[in-house]
């Protein structure tokens, strides 16, 4: 596992990459034919500021976790993608209830995983997931049997109660397999939870998680703005506008409303 840095450089990486595909360049010089057409007037900079990272994580109701599990995985995404001094963390994004959710629907039941086996342990990465296991049951399954270790290992604490330094080296002996889960492969259980919290701290905020689009502000993706066809042959443009929902229909319905005006000056 990557130290905290590396993790919150990854993700801006990932997301700018994902945002550059949905925006106008400000990198790519604009034709000769395009620099001398007249330039749409701007949007207003909004200035965006982070929630302060003091603020309690929102709670929600739960679908699938029961109180220790969710304290479990609150904990575990935390230092998978913890706070810094200007963004908070995936707790304080709520990817706890994005995988509360994903688990407690289809995903969480396999419905389209092939579960029905043989299942070969040594297989090669190329032949996918290898358990009998949905991924709900590699949850509760998975968390159960880290929160074991840890009380052998810890006189009787919890992981959550491990402080950052022994949680972060329980997830690292997580993934590199050091700890052997009974009943499955510890770096599986790993895996899953890492990408369901990156998968999480990203998505749109109608799956639960990335609260207040923290992680589209952090890495600045627009979100689900309806169109640019009036910016496609323009460059070197800022983008100013904050990011949107694909939930927040009332937002879309006003850019759309207002688009024409905005870029048409």
């Not at 297989?123 to 074991?148: K, S, V």
């Not at 949680?167 to 009943?183: A, C, H, K, W, Y």
Request: one cysteine or more.
């Amino acid at each position: 596992m990557n130290d905290a840095i590396s993790r919150r450089n990854l993700l801006k990486v990932v997301g700018a990459a994902g945002a550059a595909a949905a925006v106008p360049s400000a990198t790519v010089a604009a034709p000769q034919h395009i620099a001398q057409a007249p330039a749409p007037a701007p949007a207003q900079p909004v200035q965006e500021t982070a929630p302060p990272v003091s603020a309690q994580p929102q709670t929600e109701a739960l679908f699938f976790f029961n109180d220790q599990e969710a304290r479990f995985v609150e904990a575990a995404v935390e230092r998978l993608i913890p706070a810094d001094p200007e963004w908070p963390g995936a707790a304080w994004a709520g990817v706890l209830y994005f995988i509360d959710r994903q688990l407690a629907g289809a995903y969480g039941s396999g419905a389209k995983m092939y579960l029905k086996g043989p299942w070969v342990p040594d297989a090669p990465p190329q032949q996918g997931y290898q358990l009998r296991h949905t991924p709900a049951e590699l949850y509760r399954i998975g968390i159960e049997e880290t929160r074991q270790h840890c009380r052998q290992a810890y006189n009787g604490r919890e992981f959550w109660d491990l402080g950052e330094t022994v949680m972060d080296e329980v997830l690292r002996s997580l993934e590199n397999g050091q700890i052997q889960l009974p009943s499955l492969p510890a770096p599986v259980f790993f895996e899953t939870l890492l990408a369901n919290t990156v998968e999480g701290f990203l998505a749109d905020p109608a799956y639960g998680g990335n609260r207040d689009m923290v992680s589209w502000r952090m890495i600045g993706f627009p979100g689900a703005y309806a169109q640019y066809v009036d910016l496609v042959e323009f460059y070197d443009l800022p983008y100013t506008r904050p990011p949107i929902s694909f939930a927040n229909s009332a937002a879309r319905q006003a850019h759309i409303a207002g688009h024409d005006h905005d870029h048409n000056k």
